[in-house]
């Protein structure tokens, strides 16, 4: 299985986290310019932001939770040379979880669908740790 096969999911995850962030930014910027809010009211991170702004914000920091879990594991996999289709699968099902995640977050922020979307996210990549896991074991490498 090429090594791009199980990058690409890497990269769209890492492209969804740096959109999430500009976007964050962009609010943020425009919530100071506004005088919605005052620096001094948010310097030392206090939730002062408008609702909007920090939902955003909140669905950014969504992805530098969960998601590290997937960049150690994707990396170990390339290291140890075990990546295989199943990999590919179960990391596009991860990503394609977090895409929905961001989309209802930011979006609707129905807690319900956004919380199923975490879960399946959560069950594909439990899912990749437990085989990853046992082949390691198994083979003792």
Do not use: D
């Not at 930014?25 to 005088?35: E, V, Y």
């Not at 939730?47 to 969504?62: G, K, L, S, T």
């Amino acid at each position: 299985m090429p090594v791009s096969s199980l990058l690409l999911p890497v990269f769209v995850q890492v492209a969804l986290t740096f959109a999430l962030m500009l976007w964050m930014g962009a609010q943020r910027r425009r919530a100071l310019n506004s005088g919605a809010v005052k620096q001094h009211e948010i310097a030392l991170r206090q939730p002062n932001w408008p609702p909007r702004a920090m939902q955003i914000a909140n669905c950014f920091h969504n992805q530098l939770e969960l998601p590290m879990l997937f960049y150690a594991l994707v990396a170990f996999i390339l290291i140890t040379s075990t990546n295989s289709f199943v990999f590919v699968v179960l990391a596009w099902l991860f990503v394609g979880a977090r895409l929905v995640h961001a989309y209802i977050h930011t979006g609707s922020n129905a807690v319900l669908p956004r919380s199923a979307a975490m879960a399946a996210g959560a069950i594909a990549l439990i899912a990749m740790w437990v085989i990853f896991a046992v082949r390691i074991l198994a083979t003792g490498a």
